[in-house]
C-alpha cells in the first residue's frame, strides 16, 4: 500500500538542511557495515557543466550530510562518480563500469536526456533502480519499470509556456531550437501540442551546440509576419547566445527560454540581454519570494540555504534541485524499504506519496515515473539580473 510521507515528518527530518525524505536527523555513529554505492554520471564538464556541476556538488554535499547524521538503514553512502562531459556515448561506458565493476546498488544522473536515453536499455536490461536528472517527456513515456525521473518534462515546459502566451494574448509565434537531445525533444513536444493551445507556428528555425551565431536564423523569424512571440528550446550556451543575437536584431516580439536555462548562469551568459525574457521553472529559483504559506517554501529555502552556504550566493540552480530530489527520493524508498535490494528498492520508489522537494510534490505510480503535475512548474521572469515570479 502507497505510503504518504506527511509533511510534519518531512520537515522534521530536514534539519537545517531541508532534508525531505523521512530521513532520520539524529546523529547516529555508523556501524561497520559495507557502504551502501550510489552510482553517478554527469556532465560536470563541456557545454552542459552548467547543469552537471551543481548536481555533483548536490550530490556530495548531502551524501556527506546524511553519513554525518548516521548514513541510511545504519550504514555509510559512498557516491561513485563520472564525468561524462555530455557524451552519450561515455555515458554508456560509465554505466556499464558502475554496474559491471564498481557494482552500484542503485543509480541517479544523467545530466542531459541524451546521455539518459542512451543508458536506459542497460539499466532496464540490468534491473538496476534509475532516477534520470534530464528533461525529455520520453524518459518516463512510455514508463519503463526501472527508470524514474526528478524534472518537469519538456511536454509539461511547452503547456506552462503556451497557457502563458495565451494569456498575453499571443497565438502566432516562431521557434528556434537547439538540436541537441532535450532542444529537439522539447521542438518536438511543443509542435505536437501547439494546437491543443491554439498556438499556430509560423516559422522553425534551429542551431547546432557548437553554433556561436544565430543572426541568420533570427532574421528569418523577425522577417515572418504575423510572430508575436518567440520560443528557444534548448540548453547550454546556445540560449544565451540567442538572447544576445535577438536583442541585437532589436527584435520587439517576447522571447521565452526553457527550464533547460533555470540558472543564475543564463542570466549572467546573456548580460542584460535577458531582461524580460520568461521562462517556467521549479520554485526553487524564487524561494526567497514565495509567500510564507506555499507548501513548497520550507524545502527549497532550506536547499538553496544550504547549497548557497557552501557555494557562494547566488550559486543555487534548479539543475542541483533536481540531483537533490533524486538523492532524497532513492534514499527515502531504500529507509522504507528496510533494505537495498533492488527490486525492492524499485517498488518503494513507484509507491512514493507526498513528497515534496524542490521540484514540487512528488506521486509516483505504476503508471507515473515523474509524478509531478503542471501545477508543479512556475512562471518566472528576469528583472533587473534576478528571477521573480512573472505576474
Sequence with gaps: MPIRLSRRLLLAACGALGLAAGLSAAAVPLRAEAPIRIGTFLAVTGPASFLGDPELKTLQMYVEKINADGGVLGRPLQLVHYDTGGDPNKAVTFVKRLIDQD???????????????????????????????????????????????????????????????????????????????????????????????????????TYGPKDTDMTAQLTKIRNTAGVQAVLNPGFGQGPAIVTKNYRQLQITAPLYQSHGVASKQFIELAGAAAEGVRLPAAALLVADKLPEDDPQKAVVVGYMEAYEGKHGAGSVSTFGGHAYDGLMLITDAMTRAGTTDRAAVRDALEQTQGYMGTAGEVNFSADDHLGLTLAAFRMLEIKDGDWVLAE
Design 103 to 205: 557494482q552500484v546498488d542503485v543509480i541517479i544522473g544523467g545530466t542531459s536526456s541524451g546521455e539518459s536515453l542512451a543508458v536506459m536499455p542497460l539499466m532496464e536490461r540490468a534491473e538496476m533502480p534509475f532516477i534520470s536528472f534530464a528533461g525529455s517527456k520520453k524518459i518516463v513515456e512510455p514508463v519503463q519499470k526501472w527508470t524514474f525521473k526528478t524534472p518537469h518534462t519538456d511536454t509539461m515546459a511547452c503547456e506552462k509556456i503556451f497557457e502563458d502566451m495565451k494569456a498575453r494574448g499571443f497565438t502566432r509565434i516562431a521557434m528556434i531550437s537547439g538540436t541537441d537531445g532535450f532542444g529537439a525533444s522539447m521542438q518536438a513536444e511543443c509542435k505536437g501540442v501547439a494546437g491543443t493551445h491554439g498556438i499556430e507556428i509560423l516559422a522553425d528555425e
